[in-house]
């Protein structure tokens, strides 16, 4: 029945949802931020820099760890 491709649908990739408007805005927005982020690097010194690099290299890690944890189990008592 109706029950295939809705399924189908909804394990789809979100962009292959998107509208031609909404890619649009997205890479419009990805190209702004990625001028703006070049900007804010050719004006920071490079104390700000390393120090910029140290807090990404410290998310890596935690983002790391948190990918090889055991997802947290919620019981049938309404998550608690």
């Known amino acids: 029945g109706a029950f295939a491709p809705r399924l189908a649908q909804a394990l789809a990739p979100r962009e292959a949802r998107w509208s031609a408007q909404h890619r649009a805005a997205v890479a419009h ?25 140290d807090e990404i290299d410290m998310l890596a890690t935690q983002f790391a760890g948190i990918s090889c944890a055991e997802p947290a189990r919620v019981s049938a008592a309404g998550g608690r």
């Open 29 to 53: 927005n990805r190209a702004r931020t990625l001028e703006l982020l070049a900007e804010l690097h050719a004006l920071s010194s490079a104390a700000q820099r390393r120090q910029l690099r």
